[in-house]
């Protein structure tokens, strides 16, 4: 086996090369956590990474049964884009969770592969994640298998655990073999159970009976106090109960081979993660491309105008698979750098073939896949005229990676700033003084590493760049440069130090990594802006979906949890639609989650929440979707008064009211006919009439009526006169003793003296 430097005896962490972590993290059934680390003169936290990633491994790892890796990039040999192939890293430390078992692909299963987990160490707000061995360990059981157990209510679904013959035949499935029936009122699966589940795969069925509370049910055929039962596969055997006090997992684990069926030979299993809910999005593969639906290409790939996008539209044929399946590895070097879709352009898809016409695509019947690169925009209503790419030949070698990085450099432009050490101050530092800069130290003849520049400065559009093949003492040991390429950024930042208020310093970044990669570069430029500028909301929030069904609600809403923002729109109007995206932005860190509903188009859904007419909206009601509670906004639709309204929510200064159950959306919309708003039309009134029948009705009263009337008024006005005066005298009684402590503290303050 393809194992590198070290082994499990010499240390909780197995040293893993590229071949090791390929062969044994991303191509086998076992479970591993892995830390993509460098040395510490080129990465400062990757030591304290490493020593706490290694406390885990020795807790965790042995605990669990999962196996704890790390892999060094920043050794020499080390092949990073191979590595960037096989993890789409792009940045350092990383620590990923790989499980026991591939996602199934449902685009095409032949990409079907494992679907890491990524640790949060640099946290989207800029900021260091927890980086303690606790936080680790409890994160390895992410490579645990989450579908090897299989949970039931012991009480909603009692008929099932009613005898040995019941429990057999609801969850024998199609295989024969031993039954473990675990007895819990956990909310959730133990990582202990899912490591046994792993360790006894294929010899024993693992089922977990839910019950409430603290009194536990009794499983049949067994005694009142079992709490784990095998059910051998002879329905007429007795049931055998584990018997031993003790729940460490070589006890349990012991007692479940022992009964266990015969050992069977195992490869790694692809599970079909299709959400079983019309309309539910999920991304299930590691494709550097992303699938999208034609149908969802506006709100999919359009709307984030921040950022470039490139689409490749493919062909699901037989003759074109070879060429779609080596299509990505040739924007391997571009991971993170552009945002990457693939649409399938199916005959029978009406959209896709809107989209094909749209673009001018597959004009030529030999072609499998055509390639659409979206410039960024600074507004988002500027247009974002697509570039087509056209390669040499219609086969894969039309597609090699040098043709794709000259169509990519062809079509964005450099803005570089040629800088000597004469200058450097006026031509870099002279522009924009606020402004990061980026100064690149490269050869004349180090085009490679001038095309990642070129590439930085139209993705990174908050630096100003620079390049020097300068050699001058002066400059370089400013910079303390000692080879090249090498890469630094220079930024103001606000001086802690400093005894003035608003006192600033320059502070200086040198890339970590000694080879330049694309994906490295940014990632790095990007945790750099983020600390120096801050979060850039408008590239990471983007338009929120209009949906009309109940699973893309969920989506959009349930499935992230916190509080939906359901903005009540009629026909996706575009002003409105802006409002409700300034909002997300503006709340991006909070949790809020939005997605847009037409009223005119969902009403039964729309008046659950008292939208109900034209007046009443466009408006936003946000749910808790766990409690049932909502809020629907009735003042102005306006940017600040819905954020407003949000944040309310959140801070309890707003009533919410309950609903019995979340209503459906239905797809394509109810056909009801639209209420038509009635123009108001203000009635006038004769001031004269109205006087007139004030008149004519003192008039109609008698005049012992009128004498009773004047005496109640008098004695009201007495008795509010007689409040009035007590409140008075209460007044009056406080500040006279008032007065009288002001003088007793002064004379004490006199005896003092």
């Known amino acids: 086996m393809a194992r590198a430097r070290g082994a499990r005896g010499e240390g909780a962490v197995v040293t893993l090369d590229v071949d090791a972590f390929e062969t044994l993290a991303t191509r086998s059934r076992e479970p591993w956590v892995v830390s993509f680390t460098g040395s510490s003169e080129k990465c400062a936290i990757c030591g304290e990474v490493s020593r706490e990633f290694e406390k885990a491994a020795r807790g965790a790892g042995e605990k669990l049964r999962v196996n704890f890796g790390s892999l060094d990039v920043t050794r020499e040999g080390v092949d990073l884009e191979r590595l960037g192939r096989l993890t789409r890293l792009t940045t350092i430390p990383a620590v990923s969770a790989y499980p026991t078992f591939a996602t199934l692909n449902p685009y095409d ?23 303690r061995a606790k936080a680790f360990a409890a994160f390895a059981e992410n490579a645990l298998p989450t579908h090897l157990v299989n949970r039931a209510s012991a009480t909603e679904d009692a008929e099932r655990f009613a005898s040995a013959a019941s429990i057999r035949a609801a969850f024998g499935g199609d295989v024969t073999l031993p039954i473990a029936v675990l007895l ?42 079992a709490r784990l039962v095998v059910y051998p596969t002879d329905v007429s055997a007795t049931p055998i109960p584990f018997e031993s006090a003790s729940m ?79 299509l990505p590895k040739s924007f391997h070097e571009y991971e993170g750098v552009f945002d990457f879709r693939e649409v399938i352009a199916r005959d029978d898809d009406e959209a896709a073939r809107a989209l094909v016409t749209k673009f001018g695509l597959f004009k030529s019947k030999d072609k499998c896949a055509e390639l659409v690169m979206f410039p960024s925009t600074d507004d988002e209503d500027d247009d974002r005229d697509p570039i087509v790419f056209k390669p040499s030949v219609a086969t894969i070698e039309g597609f090699a990676p040098d043709a794709v990085g000259r169509f990519f450099l062809d079509n964005v432009v450099d803005t570089t700033i040629p800088v000597t050490a004469k200058n450097i101050d006026s031509a870099l530092f002279g522009v924009a003084s606020m402004a990061p800069k ?119 809403c349930a499935a992230k949890g916190g509080l939906c923002v359901v903005a009540f729109i009629k026909d996706d109007n575009a002003e409105h639609k802006k409002i409700i995206h300034a909002v997300a932005k503006a709340l991006y860190g909070k949790p809020y989650h939005f997605a847009i509903v037409d009223p005119t188009k969902q009403r039964t859904f729309s008046s659950v929440f008292d939208v109900n007419n034209p007046v009443d909206y466009p408006t936003v009601t946000v749910l808790a979707m766990r409690t049932s509670r909502y809020a629907t906004h009735k003042g102005a639709f306006d940017e600040i008064a819905v954020r407003d309204f949000c944040t309310d929510i959140l801070g309890g200064k707003v009533k919410t009211w309950r609903f019995q159950e979340m209503p459906k959306l239905v797809e394509g919309g109810e056909t009801v006919e639209e209420i038509v708003e009635e123009e108001i039309v203000e009635e006038e009134f004769d001031l004269s009439d109205i006087m007139s029948e004030e008149v004519e009705g003192e008039a109609a009263l008698s005049r012992e009526d009128l004498a009773q009337r004047a005496q109640e008024e008098l004695e009201t006005q007495a008795r509010l006169d007689a409040i009035l005066a007590e409140e008075a005298k209460l007044k009056e009684e406080a500040a006279k003793k008032a007065k009288k402590r002001r003088r007793k503290k002064k004379k004490s303050k006199k005896s003092e003296l």
Not at 109 to 127: L, T
Request: glycine share 4%.
């Open 109 to 131: 299963a032949r990409r079907s592969a494992k679907m890491p987990v990524n640790y949060p160490i640099s946290r989207e707000d800029g900021q260091v994640g927890d980086v």
């Open 184 to 225: 819990t009122n956990k909310p959730s699966t133990s990582a202990l159970l899912k490591s046994i589940s792993h360790a006894l795969e294929g010899r024993v069925r693992f089922i977990e009976a839910v019950y409430e509370g603290d009194v536990a049910p009794q499983l049949p055929g067994a005694p009142e106090d």
């Open 248 to 326: 460490k997992r070589e006890v349990v684990l012991e007692f479940l081979t022992e009964h266990a069926g015969p050992e069977v030979e195992l490869k790694m299993e692809t599970i079909d993660a299709t959400p079983k809910k019309d309309g539910q999005k999920q991304d299930f593969s590691t494709s550097l491309f992303k699938p999208a639906l034609a149908k969802d290409f506006e709100t999919d790939v359009l709307s984030n105008h921040k950022r470039i996008q490139v689409v490749a539209f493919t062909k699901a044929s037989d003759e074109c698979v070879e060429l779609v399946d080596a």
């Open 438 to 556: 980026v100064l690149l130290f490269a050869d004349e003849s180090d085009e490679t590493s001038r095309k990642v520049l070129h590439l930085m400065s139209a993705v990174q559009k908050d630096f100003i760049y620079g390049v020097t093949s300068d050699t001058s003492e002066a400059l370089t040991e400013q910079f303390q440069i000692k080879t090249r390429p090498a890469l630094v950024v220079v930024y103001r930042e606000a001086d802690k130090n400093s005894d003035e208020e608003g006192g600033m310093r320059m502070s200086v970044q040198k890339y970590p990594v000694e080879q330049l990669m694309t994906p490295i570069v940014n990632s790095w430029l990007q945790q750099i802006r983020d600390h120096v500028i801050g979060v850039d909301k408008d590239a990471l929030v983007s338009m929120p979906m209009t949906v009309d069904t109940s699973a893309a609600l969920d989506e959009q």
